[in-house]
């Protein structure tokens, strides 16, 4: 029997997150597939509701709506581990991440229910994303791409290891989105973690 597992699918803006993920619940089959950018409609309202910018690099953002959106996200994801063995879901999670003792307890929480915990920490060059940015030409990224510089100096774009030093994932696993030969081997390993018995 498959074991339960909890699979964050994680990293910067623009370095193929949506991409992995969905191309990892198409080779899963049975897999509760979550998205944060389906929340978007709620958090769109409540900027509109408070008068503000639909802006997610706001300060109104972070200070007022980032925390429950994901608080959000991962309830659901926990519900959903009840009904089936595999749950990914799909979000940049950058704070979180960086953040050991926000990790631990997850992890703990999601042990508790019999299941692991892991991170899937997308990677791919800045300037790829850079470009992969300019194409996809969303408003969300406007100020990003006309700021770049100062954008991507404060975006942290190494692997967390520290979540695997700490103990606060059960797995961590790199996947590098940089080209096709190393998608395919990142998605071959993600693939056989998942279907480890």
Not at 15 to 26: D, L, M, Y
Not at 91 to 101: C, L, M
Not at 115 to 126: G, K, N, R, T, Y
């Amino acid at each position: 029997m498959q074991k339960k597992k909890l699979i964050l699918v994680a990293s910067p803006p623009a370095c193929g997150k949506n991409f992995v993920s969905e191309r990892i619940a198409q080779e899963c089959g049975h897999i509760v597939y979550l998205d944060k950018d389906d929340l978007c409609d709620l958090v769109g309202c409540t900027f509109d509701l408070c008068g503000q910018e639909r802006n997610m690099d706001s300060k109104f953002y972070s200070e007022n709506i980032r925390s429950s959106e994901y608080s959000t996200i991962i309830r659901i994801a926990l519900s959903a581990l009840r009904y089936e063995d595999t749950v990914l879901v799909n979000a940049p999670f950058g704070k979180e991440v960086r953040d050991v003792g926000y990790m631990a307890e997850l992890k703990n929480t999601v042990n508790k229910m019999g299941a692991e915990l892991a991170l899937v920490w997308v990677i791919a060059p800045s300037e790829t994303c850079y470009e992969r940015m300019k194409k996809r030409n969303a408003i969300r990224d406007m100020w990003k791409l006309e700021n770049w510089k100062e954008y991507v100096k404060n975006i942290n774009y190494s692997t967390p290891i520290q979540l695997l030093e700490s103990q606060a994932v059960d797995k961590l696993i790199e996947f590098n989105n940089g080209n096709a030969m190393d998608f395919s081997s990142s998605l071959k390993e993600v693939i056989r973690y998942i279907c480890e018995v």
